[in-house]
């Protein structure tokens, strides 16, 4: 069974910057998405199986940025955090290989707050 364990979610202030990590049970494309309470899931970001392309939601491109080593593990670095950032951001994974990004996989979820 393929899991997904997420970590370095918290708090931070209008501008400043938190990083999330997500290490999964093996090595698939992966991605953020977000959800507050009453909305649906949003896309965030994206990356491929090997890194090679990434793809950003348009309310965080320019300011998070995903990323990935060479093995298991993706980041989403979020820079310049504004209050409607505020959100739980869920891990998910590609795990089927679909030919764009379709997550089947998800993590348990972390709490971001951004709050003055």
């Known amino acids: 069974q393929v899991r997904l364990v997420e970590s370095g979610g918290g708090m931070a202030q209008p501008g400043g910057s938190l990083r999330l990590t997500c290490t999964a049970s093996?090595?698939?494309?992966m991605g953020w998405y977000r959800q507050t309470a009453g909305k649906d899931r949003e896309f965030v970001a994206s990356i491929t199986y090997k890194g090679a392309n990434r793809y950003h939601g348009s309310s965080v491109r320019g300011r998070f940025l995903i990323s990935r080593d060479t093995g298991t593990t993706a980041y989403l670095q979020m820079n310049n955090l504004r209050v409607d950032d505020t959100a739980t951001y869920f891990c998910?994974?590609?795990?089927?290989?679909?030919?764009?990004?379709?997550?089947?996989?998800w993590g348990q979820g972390v709490q971001v707050i951004v709050s003055s």
């Open positions: 998910a994974a590609d795990v089927a290989n679909h030919r764009s990004f379709e997550p089947d996989t």
């Open positions: 093996g090595r698939y494309a």
